[in-house]
């Protein structure tokens, strides 16, 4: 189970940066909240990613 909401988290990391990056490109915000998103997408990747090592044990 562990397992699974890793990939979930991980794919939810990778979908949802791009996904920031054209609703800033299309309809823009303050600058400061890019690094705030950027930041935020390396630490649920990284919570991911032990979450999948420790549940595929």
């Known amino acids: 189970m562990l397992h699974?909401?890793?990939i979930l988290l991980q794919i939810a990391?990778?979908?949802?940066?791009?996904?920031?990056?054209?609703?800033?490109l299309?309809?823009?915000?303050?600058?400061t909240i890019m690094?705030?998103?950027t930041v935020t997408?390396?630490?649920?990747?990284?919570?991911g990613t032990r979450l999948r090592e420790f549940g595929g044990k």
Not at 41 to 47: G, L, M, N, P, R
């Open 4 to 6: 699974h909401l890793g």
């Open 13 to 24: 990391a990778m979908t949802g940066l791009p996904l920031v990056i054209l609703y800033q």
């Open 26 to 31: 299309n309809f823009g915000f303050q600058l």
């Open 35 to 37: 690094p705030i998103c």
């Open 41 to 47: 997408a390396i630490v649920v990747f990284f919570i």
